[in-house]
């Protein structure tokens, strides 16, 4: 992502702080995986938000109005033992001439430097409880601060919570964003396309599995979550990763599975039947979905409630499943109790960009917020029948169906990031169709 990009973000937010204010913002640690084995490592959001920065042990510091620098970062060192194991640091001169840092000191000399520009600030703006030991630094520094007063010290009056402004920055994508977040919809659609293309009878699921990584990695992406691919019973376990089952001829399969560009992700779903052909009652369900789906997505538009797109599909959702005689009673009644919620037991979508899940309020006070371009949201409702469900005829069990699309928020209405991935019952059915074999 172009470096003006991470310039305008910082300036922006500065000028939300105003002058006394300074950030503090530590990047991600390393993570272990097991013993000395570390998991890949992946920036912080907020902190990757601000800077670009990709590297661990680095701490962001913004100072709005400060004369001889703003923007300060503390890095490692160049070090050329260390990086002939662990590859190039930017130090330095890197923080500086790469990400834009107006001066930038080694991560070793932050507790001699960084009490003397919180002493010149009036307000901190840090978010607690996030990195447990960092939050003991930065009390540490402030509280170095207050015992010296006597010498004439001057300590920052106010904490401030930096998540609360950040965060809403980070609800309305730019158009830099929203172009990462169609590329990382554009490979994952096609990676689920894959998936589908290949599914049959006799295969394990994580070959699915494969597909998916193989699809994700030939861009230079990853997964932006651990995919789910569960067949058969396991349609209806709602965070099944386990990924291990041979799937059976008349299974359902759902695959929830999305990727990363730039660190912001995709989220998508897509449900099929693991033989090319929907059974009956696997279409009925499939089709009350696909048109809860379709509902609660034209209700994605400027002006409309957060909470539109979840009521739409919870209507259409329930009105299905009276319609199958899955539930009994008058609608509205129903939709009052919450009948659906026995099969359709997760809310209809959530906020998507560097992170899956993402940042930003769902609701203004008591009120749901109201949908503005630059958002992005997933639509996401879903039917679970699981094995023994009482009251429900069998022919209706291990049916598990989900459709999940991720959709921006538009001038006029919506754009539907993730519309590369078939989901029309004859799309998916024409894209498994095997050649027939002369007898
Ligand atoms: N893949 C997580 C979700 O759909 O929310
Ligand atoms: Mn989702
Ligand atoms: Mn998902």
Redesign the pocket.
Same mark, same amino acid.
């Given at each position: 992502m172009n470096q003006k990009e991470f310039v305008r973000r910082r300036k922006q937010l500065m000028r939300m702080m105003g002058h006394g204010g300074i950030a503090i913002m530590p990047a991600a640690p390393v993570k272990l995986r097991n013993r000395d084995v570390e998991h890949d490592y992946r920036q912080e959001s907020d902190f990757h938000y601000l800077t670009g920065f990709p590297e661990p042990e680095a701490v962001l510091v913004l100072i709005p109005g400060r004369k001889q620098a703003e923007y300060i970062l503390f890095c490692r060192e160049r070090d050329p033992l260390r990086e002939t194991w662990d590859g190039v640091r930017a130090g330095q001169d890197g923080a500086i001439a790469d990400f834009g840092a107006d001066d930038a000191f080694p991560i070793g000399d932050i507790d001699e430097i960084l009490p003397g520009l919180i002493e010149q600030c009036e307000r901190v703006y840090y978010t607690l409880g996030i990195h447990q030991e960092f939050d003991q630094q930065v009390v540490g520094w402030v509280q170095q601060l207050r015992s010296q007063v006597n010498r004439g010290t001057h300590t920052p009056q106010e904490f401030v919570a930096l998540d609360h402004l950040l965060h809403d920055m980070r609800l309305y994508k730019s158009r830099a964003e929203i172009s990462a977040m169609r590329k990382s919809a554009r490979i994952a659609a096609r990676a689920h396309e894959r998936a589908i293309s290949a599914c049959r009878p006799g295969m394990y699921e994580y070959e699915i599995h494969a597909d998916l990584i193989h699809e994700f990695k030939r861009h230079g992406s990853v997964p932006s979550y651990s995919p789910i691919v569960g067949s058969g019973p396991n349609s209806c376990v709602l965070h099944y990763n386990k990924n291990d089952r041979l799937m059976q001829d008349g299974d359902l399969l759902l695959v929830d599975a999305g990727c990363e560009v730039d660190c912001y992700a995709s989220?998508i779903t897509r449900t099929y039947p693991v033989n090319g052909r929907f059974s009956k009652e696997q279409r009925e369900i499939y089709e009350v979905v696909l048109r809860a789906q379709h509902a609660a997505i034209d209700k994605v538009r400027p002006g409309n409630h957060w909470n539109d797109p979840h009521d739409a599909a919870v209507r259409a959702i329930t009105a299905g499943l009276r319609d199958l005689g899955l539930l009994k009673g008058p609608l509205t009644k129903l939709i009052k109790d919450g009948a659906y919620s026995r099969f359709f037991m997760h809310r209809t979508?959530?906020w998507i960009g560097l992170d899956?899940h993402d940042v930003g309020d769902y609701k203004v006070g008591d009120e749901w917020r109201v949908l503005e371009p630059g958002m992005v949201l997933?639509i /996401?409702p879903g039917i679970y029948i699981a094995s023994g469900s009482k009251g429900v005829a069998k022919k209706w069990w291990n049916i598990g169906v989900r459709i /999940?699309d991720d959709v921006l928020v538009t001038k006029d209405g919506h754009d539907v990031l993730s519309a590369g991935a078939v989901k029309e019952v004859a799309e998916i059915e024409k894209l498994m169709a095997r050649p027939v074999k002369a007898a």
């Open positions: 989220d979508g959530h899956v997933t /996401e /999940e």
